[in-house]
């Protein structure tokens, strides 16, 4: 039992830091130009595009992303900061695992094996933490 709880807080601890670290990237211009291509279109973010500048739009993410990494946190004390923090993770990687299938080009081909931007494929083990702590943190 001692071992699944060291787990389970290292990896909201990992994926906190990720966010905090990456959301910080986030205000700057090679960022939000790195970004742009998944944004402009994902069927759940490109409509920002049409109200705010990359920049901008970078840094709301970036905003979102910081927030979120305060509340997974935070939820080692609150439960209702983990059920905020969890939620809005969800909203995060199942967002950014989207990308795999809106993004032009993302996928290649590499000697008869399929690639892609492994940055993203990543998020799959951060939304089984965001679905942990969601999960441990909801009413019920």
């Known amino acids: 039992m001692k071992l699944q709880k060291a ?3 290292l990896g909201v601890i990992a994926t906190a830091l990720v966010l905090l670290w990456i959301g910080l990237l986030k205000f700057t211009t090679a960022e939000a130009m790195a970004i742009k291509p998944y944004v402009e279109h994902s069927f759940l973010m ?4 049409k109200i705010a500048s990359v920049n901008v739009v970078s840094d709301l993410v970036g905003v ?3 927030v979120t990494g305060v509340l997974l946190l935070a939820s080692f004390s609150s439960r209702t900061a983990g059920r905020i923090g969890g939620y809005l993770a969800l909203i995060i990687f199942v967002t950014t695992l989207s990308f795999l299938f809106t993004t032009p080009g993302i996928w290649k081909m590499s000697e008869f094996v399929p690639v892609t931007d492994f940055f993203v494929v990543k998020d799959l083990a951060f939304l089984a933490i965001a679905l942990q702590v969601t999960g441990r943190h909801s009413k019920g």
């Open 7 to 9: 787990g389970y807080a």
């Open 46 to 49: 490109s409509w920002l595009y």
């Open 64 to 66: 979102f992303e910081i």
